[in-house]
C-alpha cells in the first residue's frame, strides 16, 4: 500500500513570496492534515478535513495560510505572504476513518521542508 | 488542556545498550489514546505503537516494549539492545476523544557503533 505522499520536498523562498505544497493521502482515506514542525518541536495541527470539508483550521493563520482538499482526496496548502517565522517542515498525515475517531491512527507523509529568506 | 512532555531532549547511547524513553502526559479526560512515532532523517514520522487509556497492559514487540503507568500519567518506550538504525527522534503524542493530537517536542536519540 502506497504511503502520504507530498511535494516538493524542499523549497526556499524568499519572504512575501507565495508557495504551495502538495499532498496525496494513503487510498481510501477520508480524513487528511496539514501539521507545521518547527525544527526542535513536535508537529503541530494546522488545519482537517474530513473528505472536502473542513474539520478544525482553529490553529491556521488565515491571514497568510490557506488550504482546500477537492475532490475530498489531494491536499494543497498555501502560504501567501511568507514570513521568516514559516520557515518549518509542513507535514501531512492521512486516517481511515472518521474525523475524531479515537481509533484513528494517522499516517505521515515525508514532508516539505521550506526555508524562508 | 492536554499536554505531553519529553524532558528527555537527547540521548546518546552505544550499540547494544538498552534505552527508555521517558513520557509524561497531561489531560482531564478519562477516554483518550497514546502514542509513539519515529522521525528518521529522512523526516517521515513512523507509526510505532497506540494504547488506549484503559489498557494498562504492557506491550512488547521485538526489541521495543512499551509500559503504560495511569496512576504517574506515563507512556514510557524501552529499546533492548539499540542499533545503530534505531538514530531517530521519538515523539510521544496524546489524542483524548473528540481532541486533536498533540505531541510532545521528541527525544534525539543516537546509538554510537
Known amino acids: 500500500e502506497a504511503g502520504v505522499a507530498q511535494s516538493p520536498r524542499y523549497k526556499i523562498i524568499e519572504k512575501r513570496q507565495s508557495v504551495a505544497f502538495w499532498c496525496n493521502p494513503i487510498?481510501?482515506?477520508?480524513?487528511l492534515y496539514w501539521y507545521q514542525q518547527i525544527l526542535g518541536q513536535g508537529p503541530k495541527l494546522l488545519i482537517q478535513?474530513?473528505?472536502?470539508?473542513?474539520?478544525?483550521d482553529s490553529q491556521l493563520p488565515k491571514d497568510r495560510f490557506s488550504a482546500e482538499r477537492l475532490k475530498g482526496v489531494d491536499s494543497t496548502l498555501k502560504i501567501q505572504p511568507a514570513k521568516l517565522e514559516d520557515s518549518a517542515v509542513y507535514l501531512c498525515?492521512?486516517?481511515?476513518?472518521?474525523?475524531?475517531?479515537?481509533?484513528?491512527?494517522?499516517?505521515f507523509g515525508p514532508g516539505t521542508r521550506l526555508t524562508v529568506l | 488542556a492536554q499536554k505531553v512532555t519529553q524532558a528527555q531532549t537527547e540521548i546518546s547511547v552505544v550499540e547494544k545498550e538498552d534505552v527508555t524513553l521517558d513520557c509524561v502526559y497531561e489531560t482531564r479526560d478519562t477516554t483518550y489514546y497514546l502514542f509513539w512515532y519515529k522521525q528518521p532523517p529522512s523526516g517521515e514520522l513512523v507509526f510505532l505503537i497506540r494504547?488506549?487509556?484503559?489498557?494498562?497492559q504492557n506491550e512488547i514487540s521485538g526489541r521495543y516494549s512499551w509500559n503504560f503507568q495511569k496512576s504517574t500519567s506515563s507512556f514510557n518506550f524501552t529499546i533492548t539492545a539499540s542499533q545503530v538504525v534505531d538514530s531517530a527522534v521519538y515523539f510521544c503524542a496524546l489524542r483524548p476523544r473528540g481532541r486533536q493530537l498533540t505531541f510532545g517536542s521528541g527525544t534525539q536519540l543516537t546509538v554510537l557503533p
Open positions: 487510498s481510501g482515506h477520508a480524513t
Open positions: 498525515a492521512s486516517s481511515k476513518g472518521a474525523s475524531g475517531s479515537l481509533t484513528d491512527t494517522q499516517y
Open positions: 478535513f474530513q473528505n472536502n470539508g473542513v474539520v478544525d
Open positions: 494504547r488506549n487509556s484503559f489498557d494498562e
